[in-house]
């Protein structure tokens, strides 16, 4: 008998601090989350391959390679997360990337502008595509009523493999859900982490290689640890983010954004404090830190609000209402 390899587990969607909205600090490094993931002390969510994706940028993934050692690349899987506006489209999707370098990356970002010319791309060339949190967009975008949420079902008809986001509430991940399975397509689960969360969910699938291991996820010879964002999880993602801006020794700060850059007040407010280095210090830091796990209260309970709000016109929404779940269908009517 041929014995059954080991399975591997990787977290396909993980922000450093390189992307925009990820607060500079030591903790969100690329090399120090990809020892975190990869820590034989975290039983419950030690990874084998890691990999970042970036919002727009592989020079994430490139500090990292630089800096380790040879044998520790092959666990390092190469992605991006791409934001595409395709003009046919009419509102912002996020695609993940994978098994590509940043020299192909720079290809797409001077020649790609819709999706068939991102699969035009990416299909010969052996790049693994991903279509993130379908039940995501930009706030300006749905209430300004851009989001045609119909074509939310056309996009994903398009994909291989559809994300079940952890930073998603669990009504939304349930139309996820429900969406890929009547349309046949593979999920795959993860964190989507701004806050080094690493692993919160994540995939299992044989692989010695990365690219066999992603062969095997993409063909749904692999399995899913799910997780879904609720209050009390986004409250401690929140004070996570604040904790590791205090605690950072180093002369500047800048955190451009808080909880997905969807909060500037909040996110401006931590800039001004946090980058007086009289205010990291002793006692006022302690009260600097009090003052904003507070205020991060109401504001984690506004973004709730929010999703359900946006779950609501989902559900009222003829194309996409089957998909979310009976509770949200009553409440929209």
């Known amino acids: 008998m041929v014995p059954m390899k080991r399975l591997r587990r990787a977290d396909l969607h993980l922000h450093s601090n390189v992307s925009y909205d990820v607060p500079e600090v030591a903790a969100l490094l690329p090399r120090a989350l990809f020892e975190k993931a990869l820590d034989p002390r975290r039983a419950d969510r030690r990874l084998d391959y890691f990999t970042l994706t970036d919002h727009d940028t592989m020079a994430g993934w490139e500090q990292l390679v630089r800096q380790l050692p040879e044998a520790d690349r092959a666990f390092v899987i190469p992605g991006v997360e791409h934001t595409l506006c395709d003009p046919g489209i009419g509102f912002t999707i996020h695609v993940n990337l994978f098994m590509l370098d940043p020299d192909q990356y720079a290809e797409i970002r001077r020649q790609v502008v819709t999706l068939d010319e991102l699969f035009d791309y990416c299909l010969p060339r052996g790049i693994f595509m991903q279509y993130n949190h379908p039940t995501w967009f930009e706030l300006d975008e749905w209430r300004s009523d851009r989001v045609e949420f119909g074509k939310v079902r056309q996009i994903a008809a398009n994909f291989q493999v559809i994300e079940l986001n952890a930073g998603r509430p669990g009504r939304l991940n349930a139309a996820t859900v429900s969406l890929a399975g009547n349309l046949g397509k593979v999920l795959t689960s993860n964190s989507d982490s701004h806050s080094g969360d690493v692993g919160l969910s994540s995939n299992c699938a044989?692989?010695?290689?990365?690219?066999?291991?992603?062969?095997?996820?993409w063909a749904g010879r692999g399995s899913i640890v799910t997780s879904d964002m609720t209050y009390d999880g986004m409250l401690t993602v929140v004070h996570d983010m604040i904790d590791n801006v205090l605690n950072e020794r180093g002369e500047r700060i800048v955190a451009d954004s808080v909880l997905q850059h969807q909060h500037r007040a909040v996110a401006l407010l931590v800039r001004?404090?946090?980058?007086?280095?009289?205010?990291?210090?002793?006692?006022?830091?302690?009260m600097v830190r009090l003052v904003l796990k507070q205020i991060s209260r109401p504001v984690v309970s506004r973004w709730l609000d929010r999703e359900h709000e946006l779950a609501r016109r989902l559900a009222a929404d003829s194309a996409l209402g089957a998909h979310v779940p009976l509770t949200e269908r009553a409440g929209a009517a």
């Not at 044989?206 to 996820?217: S, T």
């Open 272 to 286: 001004h404090l946090v980058n007086s280095r009289r205010l990291r210090r002793g006692p006022a830091r302690e």
């Open 206 to 217: 044989q692989g010695d290689g990365a690219r066999e291991f992603l062969a095997n996820i």
